[in-house]
């Protein structure tokens, strides 16, 4: 058969076609790094595994820190909370010695009035309780100076010496969590 001058003729082995045009190609098997210049060899296994490895270290001490960051968030809610409800108790106190005071001057009168501020008083010593401040108004006791404050001596034949006589304003709240000291007077050491 004869041939045309516009045939290509018969293909030459080892040659391949040109890609049509708008073709993609495909990608290399080891595409180069971004941070590799261009024409270096292609990054060996072991240098991806590298990588990740270290990518995988920050990764995990990223988490180790928020977790860290998390526990830390929470002890300081915490204490501000507690900080917060101290300061708050703190200022009813004032509140609670008026009602004391109402009540100490009424004396043995039982009208409803009294009966009422007496009501009012014992709702403010339980709030103050479910916060987590215990009253301390205890005579007879051995004075501790971590829960008493000592307004006076006093000879009391009575009373051993050394012992909370009378209380004069009483105390809430136990170590730390103390908002005040009750304010006693002792009796007398020989």
Do not use: C
Not at 44 to 50: D, K, Q, S, V
Not at 113 to 127: I, M
């Amino acid at each position: 058969m004869p041939m045309h001058s516009g045939d290509p003729g018969p293909a030459v082995s080892g040659q391949t076609d040109p890609a049509p045009e708008g073709a993609v190609s495909p990608p290399p098997e080891n595409p180069p790094r971004p941070d590799q210049p261009a024409g270096a060899d292609a990054p060996a296994e072991g240098e991806y595994a590298a990588e990740l490895r270290e990518l995988e270290d920050r990764w995990r001490r990223a988490l180790a820190d928020l977790d860290n960051l998390r526990k830390r968030h929470t002890r300081e809610l915490e204490r501000e909370r507690t900080l917060e409800r101290s300061r708050t108790a703190a200022a009813f106190l004032p509140v609670l010695d008026n009602l004391e005071l109402a009540l100490a001057h009424a004396g043995a009168e039982g009208g409803a009035v009294v009966e009422g501020v007496r009501a009012v008083r014992d709702q403010a010593v339980n709030v103050l309780e479910l916060l987590g401040y215990q009253r301390h108004a205890e005579t007879g006791v051995a004075f501790d100076p971590a829960q008493h404050e000592v307004i006076g001596v006093v000879q009391d034949p009575d009373a051993p010496p050394g012992t909370v006589v009378e209380v004069l304003r009483p105390g809430y709240g136990d170590g730390e969590r103390q908002l005040r000291p009750a304010a006693v007077t002792v009796a007398k050491r020989e």
